[in-house]
Structures are given as C-alpha cells and as structure tokens.
C-alpha cells in the first residue's frame, strides 16, 4: 500500500467534517428530545446505522490529502445534511409523505410541496456504512418467499416494507423501471402500507418524439392522481425554479467532468460519482446542492491550477459500469493505494441529455422524462445495446481518456448480467481492458471484501501488469 | 541468464507444490510434492528437494531470485517476489512453446481460461475458483467412488462405449448422482466418460469467456488426465498442444522464467 501521510490540515479537514456531521446529527437529535428519539429509534432501527457515518468517513479520506480528500469529506457531508433534512421531513411533515421509486422525478414531488422517501435509498445508504446492515431484510424477504435471486436492492426493500421499516406515506408512486424485481418491490409496498398505488408507465422505446410525449402525459396523470390523493398542489413556477437550479448544477458537473479529462484527473471517486448520486437524485435545485457543486467545482479548478492530481501517481484511469460496490465502498480507495488506479466516472452519474427545457411546462416535463429514460438503470438495460449500452462505454472511455473499464457485475442484475459476455466480445475487439466483478451488490456473504480484492488483484496484476504500490 | 546463477520459481498449490530452478542451460532442477497444510512448509520443503538436485546450488539461499506463486504465494517469506499463478501459468506455456494462445490450467481447487498475448503475457482470464466441480479435488473424490487411483480412473473412460450424462452442476450431488449410477449398474466406464464431459463443460464454458484460439494446451495436475484430455479434444473440435515438461510444473516454470528475467 502506498504510504501517504496526510498533513496537519488535512488531519483538521476531517476532523472539521466528522465534526460537522456530529452536528448535523445533534441537531435532529436535540430537535426530537430524549423521548421522541428513543421512540424514534425504536421505531426505524436502521436509525443507529445511519449514525455511524463517520466511520464511513474515516474509511474514505483515509491515504487521501488536500483538495481531494477536502471534497470527499465534503461531499458525504453534504449527503449527511440531506439525510437529517430528509428525516425531519418523516418526523415533522408526515402529513405529506409519499414513497416513491428511485426513477420519478423528485423535482415534481418538491414542487408540489409533498415530502418525498425513496425505499432504495436504505438500501443504498445503510451497505456503504455498515456493510452487513441489510442481511437482516434480504433474509426477512426470502423468508416471506421472495426468490433468493432477483436483485438484492428491491429485496432488501422488500424486507424493510416487511419489517415495516418504513415511515408511513400518504401514497405510494412508482414505474414499471427499471426491472421486474423493481416494480415488484413496490406491489408489496403497496400491500404492507395499505395505501393507495400509482404506477407510471414508462415506455420502453426511448428514443422516440413520441414516446417523451408519452411520458410526459404519465407524469401529467401522476400529478393529477397525486393531487387527489395527497395534499400536494402542483405549483408551476416552483417546478420551474427547482428546474432550472437543477440546470446550474448540471452546468457545475459538466465543468469538473471537464477538467477529470486532465492526465492526472483533479478530482475522482466519490467526490464525482456520490456527489451525483445524491444531489442530482436526492436533492436536484437546491441551492445546497448548488453551493456543494460550486465548492467542488473550486476544489477541482485549484488542482488543475496548480497540476495537483486527485489520486496522486495517478497510473491508471478507470471507468466505473453500474453501480459502485455498496458494502465495499472503500474498494476505490484501495486500488488508488494499491496501484494508483483513479476512477474519473461512472455509469450511474453520466447522462448524455442532462439539461431541463423550462419553457413550459410540458417542455420540462419531456424534459425530466428524458433525464430519467436516457439515464442509468433506464438507458442502459433497453436494447439494443449496440445503440446505447456500448456506444456509451466506448465514447467514456475515449473522451475521458481511460485505460480500463471495471464492471461492478452484481449478480441480481439480470439486464446487465446478461450484457458482460457480450461487452467482454466488445471490449477484446477494440483492446480495452474489462474487469467483470463477480459480486452482490449488498450481499457481502456471496462475496466478501476479500473476494472483491483478490478479482481486482487478478486484474490488475495479470492484465494491467500494475506493479503494487507496496 | 548469467553463468553459474540459478533462479528458482516455487507454485505452491492447494495439492501439491512444485518447484523448478532455472539455470543458463534451461531447467537444471525440478520438484513436485503433497502440499503439506501451512504452506511455507511445502514451499520449502518443494525448493529444497529441486535445489538438491542441482549440483553445485547451495539451497535455497544460492539462488539468485525466486518467485513465489500459487494460491499460498503470500506465505512464502523468503521469495523474493510474489507473481499470481495466472501470469506464470501464461509464461510457462509460452516458453514450452510460443505458439500456445489459450490455456486451460486445471488445478487441485480451482479452473482458469487463460488468452495469451503474442508476448506470452495474459490478455484475459476467466476463472472458477467458488466451486469445487471440474476440479482435481473433484477427479479425487470420483476416482475414491469408482475405487481407484488417479491414474487409473483418468484412463477409465478411454474404454467407453457411451456417455451417460452426469447432470449435477455441484460436486456434492454429482458424487451422489454417480454412487446412484454405479448401484444401478451402468458400465463404470461410461459414467467415467460422463465425469469428463461434465468437467469438458465446464471448460468450454470458461473458455468461450476468453476466446479459444489455436494453439491451445492443459497445465495443472489434471493435464495428465488422460480421459479428460479426450473429452476436450472431442468437445472443443481442436489438438491440445503437448507441453514439452510436465504440465504440473508450467506455473513453477513460469515463475522461474520470470525469476531470470529480474537482473
């Protein structure tokens, strides 16, 4: 392992942020009492997982320094403040709360005042934290009689919904994307939370004029289904604010994806792919979400500016296919140490269409309708792959200038399962390295940590011919 | 490589480990042994009894560079070096013979599709390593069902008249599966065939993850699994180049080739 010693400023960076974590936790904690959260944690259990965020933290910065490990540190504390912004929402705007799937456009639901949960989210968030934390609600599932083999997200989801783990919504929304185990996660939350249900049909041929005006009637009807159901009001002009902040952060990413094309990249990892993952899905148009993408933007100009490389002996650069391994989330720090791999972008953030038409309203609803049906898990498992799925690989790889493509191959994903063999064809004929990751995505009993290490060693060391840092 | 300096590569495996020193007229010394359970123990005990067989190499310690690889690599202390099994597997058979371009390494626990650049380095791997099935342990077991040895269970299925399938995937239940086949008295050696096809299988599929090209060869213990070779042949339509050493040594020869490669 490389040996990096951080400085002294970088020692009070993260002290500075595991701080301000400390008190964003404080904050709901002190605004819940001793009573309510006590009942509160009684109540969602996962609670005391999500509390651990700093050792997620630790684990993040850890041989990392200056600018990068600044905006590493930045970033999760920023997803942090949205979490207890999110919470609050559960614990003070009940009255207004609808669960809805991952692939709907958030920026609806604040602008018409509801407060949005997305059951993934857990899913997502809880892995990273503490790796084994959603073993209890995949077994919880399979013991109801889930199959043990659709994707591990929307069984965990399952059995959180079977646990009850959920707050209780007002009403239910979702969409037949982006897979079977997806939609059929959200019969179940239907049923567990006996409330009413809205799905939104999303057209499989994505590509089409029409096919953008289909969705967009669907989201007209969600709207409307919505206001009947829910207090909610669509308010226009706030759609339209929340659009266009999402614009300005969509222009703030393409700048750093920008600058990432430098030889060595400015910026990498989490400090790209979380950002995106939480502040475009979670949080589009706030203006938190606005000045964290400025401050990363900064951070990355400074490295350039001054030919600082995030991942410092930078050796290698690496695109990230799917999403990134949530119970071994530190798997890029390790191959940064190991042999100075930096991974410049990932599949999940890259969206080739990512501005939103404000003109009207019909125009930003095609608009968040593209965004999600050009987007990952959307995109990506409709065919044919020689359209999407490989054009887009292949333009990454060129544009950002990469040396290898690492597919995080969860094995629930049958979409995607499916496209490894033929990417491995793709990828032989053009010579571009592709490193399949046999794993689950949360599941660390299909393969632990170790396994993940030792495929990436594999890697690395056969193919790559890296030499370890070591 | 210099005059009067010898370089050594030790392949500690899960069954056995190997070791070959290297010298400036070829290989000069060899050693193939049961691998004992820590495998520091094998690996030197492997180096020593090779080194012994080379006149004039004072043990271990007269060896200019040693390369440690196998899956007990990482508890080798006094190799100079560590290289996965994969490159060495790549480079052992490209030195036999430049021409090979796949290579299907069969070990004691795990199987691996090797694709060889025109350098003898690795283009791709594909490998097995979760499962037990198509594995030497897996050839142990079934010959212990049929009350044989190795060898003679692996030329078992040369005298098939047919193949009767072995379905099961998992080498638990294909133990049981042929236990069954034998109390119904089915020809031993038409189940035997049925054993290679199924591990025939595997390979293929593995192999089809890395491209087979011609020239292809089988390293590992189970490369001299006569029937198995057989299967291959018949099952991938392509000659299996010979090794012109024993191809349980291929990963051990690769390393020691590597070894003479480091000044």
Same mark, same amino acid.
């Given at each position: 392992?490389?040996?990096?010693?951080?400085?002294?400023?970088?020692?009070?960076?993260?002290?500075?942020?595991?701080?301000?974590?400390?008190?964003?936790?404080?904050?709901?904690?002190?605004?819940?009492?001793?009573?309510?959260?006590?009942?509160?944690?009684?109540?969602?259990?996962?609670?005391?997982?999500?509390?651990?965020?700093?050792?997620?933290?630790?684990?993040?910065?850890?041989?990392?320094?200056?600018?990068?490990?600044?905006?590493?540190?930045?970033?999760?504390?920023?997803?942090?403040?949205?979490?207890?912004?999110?919470?609050?929402?559960?614990?003070?705007?009940?009255?207004?709360?609808?669960?809805?799937?991952?692939?709907?456009?958030?920026?609806?639901?604040?602008?018409?005042?509801?407060?949005?949960?997305?059951?993934?989210?857990?899913?997502?968030?809880?892995?990273?934290?503490?790796?084994?934390?959603?073993?209890?609600?995949?077994?919880?599932?399979?013991?109801?009689?889930?199959?043990?083999?659709?994707?591990?997200?929307?069984?965990?989801?399952?059995?959180?919904?079977?646990?009850?783990?959920?707050?209780?919504?007002?009403?239910?929304?979702?969409?037949?994307?982006?897979?079977?185990?997806?939609?059929?996660?959200?019969?179940?939350?239907?049923?567990?939370?006996?409330?009413?249900?809205?799905?939104?049909?999303?057209?499989?041929?994505?590509?089409?004029?029409?096919?953008?005006?289909?969705?967009?009637?669907?989201?007209?009807?969600?709207?409307?289904?919505?206001?009947?159901?829910?207090?909610?009001?669509?308010?226009?002009?706030?759609?339209?604010?929340?659009?266009?902040?999402?614009?300005?952060?969509?222009?703030?990413?393409?700048?750093?994806?920008?600058?990432?094309?430098?030889?060595?990249?400015?910026?990498?990892?989490?400090?790209?792919?979380?950002?995106?993952?939480?502040?475009?899905?979670?949080?589009?148009?706030?203006?938190?979400?606005?000045?964290?993408?400025?401050?990363?933007?900064?951070?990355?100009?400074?490295?350039?500016?001054?030919?600082?490389?995030?991942?410092?002996?930078?050796?290698?650069?690496?695109?990230?296919?799917?999403?990134?391994?949530?119970?071994?989330?530190?798997?890029?720090?390790?191959?940064?140490?190991?042999?100075?791999?930096?991974?410049?972008?990932?599949?999940?953030?890259?969206?080739?269409?990512?501005?939103?038409?404000?003109?009207?309203?019909?125009?930003?609803?095609?608009?968040?309708?593209?965004?999600?049906?050009?987007?990952?898990?959307?995109?990506?498992?409709?065919?044919?792959?020689?359209?999407?799925?490989?054009?887009?690989?292949?333009?990454?790889?060129?544009?950002?200038?990469?040396?290898?493509?690492?597919?995080?191959?969860?094995?629930?994903?049958?979409?995607?399962?499916?496209?490894?063999?033929?990417?491995?064809?793709?990828?032989?004929?053009?010579?571009?390295?592709?490193?399949?990751?046999?794993?689950?995505?949360?599941?660390?009993?299909?393969?632990?940590?170790?396994?993940?290490?030792?495929?990436?060693?594999?890697?690395?060391?056969?193919?790559?011919?890296?030499?370890?840092?070591? | 490589?210099?005059?009067?300096?010898?370089?050594?590569?030790?392949?500690?495996?899960?069954?056995?480990?190997?070791?070959?020193?290297?010298?400036?007229?070829?290989?000069?010394?060899?050693?193939?042994?049961?691998?004992?359970?820590?495998?520091?123990?094998?690996?030197?005990?492997?180096?020593?009894?090779?080194?012994?067989?080379?006149?004039?190499?004072?043990?271990?310690?007269?060896?200019?560079?040693?390369?440690?690889?196998?899956?007990?690599?990482?508890?080798?202390?006094?190799?100079?070096?560590?290289?996965?099994?994969?490159?060495?597997?790549?480079?052992?058979?490209?030195?036999?013979?430049?021409?090979?371009?796949?290579?299907?390494?069969?070990?004691?626990?795990?199987?691996?599709?090797?694709? =060889? @650049?025109?350098?003898?380095?690795?283009?791709?791997? #594909?490998?097995?390593?979760?499962? +037990?099935? !198509?594995?030497?342990? /897996?050839?142990?077991?079934?010959?212990?069902?049929?009350?044989?040895?190795?060898?003679?269970?692996?030329?078992?299925?040369?005298?098939?008249?047919?193949?009767?399938?072995?379905?099961?995937?998992?080498?638990?239940?294909?133990?049981?599966?042929?236990?069954?086949? =034998? @109390?119904?008295?089915?020809?031993?050696?038409?189940? #035997?065939?049925?054993?290679?096809? +199924?591990? !025939?299988?595997?390979? /293929?599929?593995?192999?089809?993850?890395?491209?087979?090209?011609?020239?292809?060869?089988?390293?590992?213990?189970?490369?001299?699994?006569?029937?198995?070779?057989?299967?291959?042949?018949?099952?991938?339509?392509?000659?299996?180049?010979?090794?012109?050493?024993?191809?349980?040594?291929?990963?051990?020869?690769?390393?020691?080739?590597?070894?003479?490669?480091?000044?």
């Amino acid at each position: 392992m490389e040996k990096i010693k951080p400085g002294l400023s970088d020692y009070l960076e993260f002290n500075k942020y595991r701080a301000i974590n400390l008190m964003h936790i404080g904050r709901m904690a002190a605004k819940r009492g001793p009573f309510d959260l006590h009942r509160d944690l009684k109540r969602y259990p996962w609670l005391l997982d999500l509390l651990k965020v700093n050792s997620l933290l630790q684990r993040l910065v850890k041989g990392r320094s200056g600018n990068y490990r600044t905006a590493v540190a930045m970033v999760l504390g920023g997803v942090v403040d949205g979490v207890i912004e999110l919470l609050e929402g559960i614990f003070y705007r009940s009255d207004h709360l609808i669960l809805h799937e991952d692939l709907l456009p958030p920026e609806i639901f604040r602008a018409m005042g509801l407060q949005p949960w997305v059951p993934e989210l857990l899913g997502i968030l809880l892995p990273m934290i503490v790796p084994d934390s959603m073993q209890k609600y995949l077994d919880a599932a399979e013991n109801e009689g889930i199959p043990p083999d659709i994707c591990s997200l929307p069984r965990a989801t399952i059995g959180m919904a079977m646990k009850n783990a959920f707050p209780p919504p007002l009403a239910v929304v979702s969409s037949n994307l982006p897979c079977d185990g997806g939609m059929s996660s959200y019969t179940v939350i239907a049923q567990q939370t006996k409330k009413p249900a809205y799905w939104v049909d999303v057209p499989f041929d994505f590509k089409s004029e029409r096919a953008l005006n289909y969705f967009a009637g669907e989201l007209k009807a969600m709207i409307a289904w919505l206001e009947e159901h829910t207090p909610g009001k669509m308010d226009w002009d706030r759609l339209k604010e929340i659009c266009d902040k999402r614009n300005v952060m969509a222009e703030l990413e393409l700048d750093i994806w920008d600058m990432i094309r430098q030889r060595p990249a400015p910026m990498a990892a989490e400090a790209v792919w979380m950002s995106h993952l939480w502040f475009f899905n979670v949080n589009p148009g706030y203006d938190t979400s606005i000045q964290l993408l400025a401050d990363l933007k900064s951070l990355t100009e400074e490295n350039l500016a001054t030919g600082i490389s995030a991942v410092s002996h930078e050796k290698y650069r690496a695109l990230l296919w799917n999403p990134p391994t949530l119970h071994y989330v530190d798997l890029l720090v390790l191959a940064e140490r190991t042999y100075g791999v930096s991974l410049i972008l990932d599949s999940m953030s890259f969206n080739r269409q990512p501005f939103i038409d404000t003109s009207s309203t019909d125009s930003m609803l095609k608009s968040l309708g593209s965004i999600i049906m050009q987007g990952p898990m959307a995109r990506h498992t409709r065919g044919p792959a020689e359209m999407n799925y490989f054009p887009d690989i292949f333009h990454m790889v060129k544009h950002f200038d990469l040396n290898m493509v690492w597919v995080a191959g969860h094995i629930g994903c049958k979409n995607t399962q499916a496209m490894s063999g033929i990417l491995q064809e793709k990828c032989r004929d053009a010579g571009i390295p592709l490193l399949v990751i046999d794993y689950d995505l949360m599941d660390s009993r299909i393969t632990p940590k170790e396994g993940i290490q030792e495929q990436v060693g594999n890697f690395m060391e056969n193919i790559m011919k890296a030499r370890r840092l070591d | 490589m210099n005059n009067g300096r010898y370089y050594g590569g030790c392949d500690v495996g899960s069954t056995t480990g190997k070791a070959v020193i290297l010298g400036s007229e070829g290989i000069v010394g060899s050693s193939l042994i049961p691998s004992e359970i820590d495998p520091e123990i094998t690996a030197r005990h492997a180096l020593e009894k090779a080194c012994a067989s080379v006149p004039g190499l004072e043990g271990i310690q007269g060896l200019s560079y040693l390369i440690g690889t196998g899956y007990g690599r990482n508890e080798v202390p006094f190799a100079s070096e560590n290289i996965s099994e994969i490159s060495c597997h790549a480079m052992g058979a490209f030195w036999c013979d430049p021409s090979i371009k796949t290579i299907v390494d069969i070990g004691g626990q795990d199987m691996k599709a090797i694709a =060889l @650049a025109d350098d003898g380095s690795v283009r791709e791997f #594909a490998m097995n390593d979760k499962c +037990a099935a !198509g594995t030497g342990r /897996f050839f142990e077991a079934m010959s212990r069902i049929f009350r044989m040895d190795l060898d003679e269970f692996s030329k078992l299925s040369l005298s098939a008249r047919k193949t009767i399938p072995v379905t099961a995937q998992c080498s638990v239940f294909a133990e049981t599966e042929v236990i069954s086949l =034998l @109390a119904k008295r089915n020809p031993p050696a038409d189940i #035997a065939a049925g054993i290679q096809n +199924a591990v !025939g299988k595997r390979c /293929f599929t593995l192999l089809k993850r890395v491209g087979l090209k011609p020239h292809l060869t089988v390293t590992g213990g189970c490369a001299k699994n006569q029937g198995l070779l057989m299967e291959l042949r018949r099952l991938f339509q392509i000659d299996i180049a010979p090794m012109t050493v024993d191809p349980q040594l291929i990963g051990a020869l690769g390393a020691a080739i590597l070894a003479s490669r480091k000044k």
